[in-house]
């Protein structure tokens, strides 16, 4: 049997996708919007995330909303930044894909080094 979710399997969800603008994280993203998501794309390069968020707009007719950070070179405070300024506009996060660069350990969020992470 084939399984085919509903258009609007995620709509009204809100889902952060980190190294949004390439590879898988760019497919999630999109995949995510096509079915009714409001995506967030975070990544390093402006450039490839506009190109995300155009194609994510002429495929939906919905912008996202991108923000550009280095996740391997960010510090604490610039992630404390980056979370003020997504809260500012969204009043939660239903979801995070984190697919940008690194892995670090596997395991919960709150057991974290927020070293590796």
Same mark, same amino acid.
């Given at each position: ?39 967030? *794309? @975070?990544?390093?390069?402006? =450039?490839?995330?506009? %190109?995300? +968020?155009?194609? /994510?707009?002429?495929?939906?007719? #919905? ?7 280095? *996740? @391997?070179?960010?510090?604490? =405070?610039?992630?404390? %930044?980056? +979370?003020?300024? /997504?809260?500012?506009?969204?009043? #939660? ?8 660069? @690194? ?15």
């Amino acid at each position: 049997m084939h399984y085919q979710p509903k258009q609007d399997l995620l709509n009204d969800r809100i889902i952060l996708v980190t190294g949004a603008s390439d590879g898988i994280g760019r497919e999630a993203a999109m995949t995510y919007a096509r079915y009714g998501a409001t995506v967030i *794309l @975070l990544g390093r390069n402006e =450039e490839k995330l506009r %190109q995300v +968020a155009s194609h /994510i707009n002429e495929e939906t007719g #919905r912008q996202p909303q991108w923000f550009i950070l280095d *996740l @391997l070179t960010c510090t604490s =405070e610039n992630c404390q %930044q980056l +979370a003020q300024r /997504i809260a500012v506009n969204y009043p #939660r996060l239903d979801g995070v894909l984190h697919n940008a660069g @690194l892995l670090g350990d596997v395991c919960p969020m709150s057991e974290q080094n927020p070293q590796v992470w």
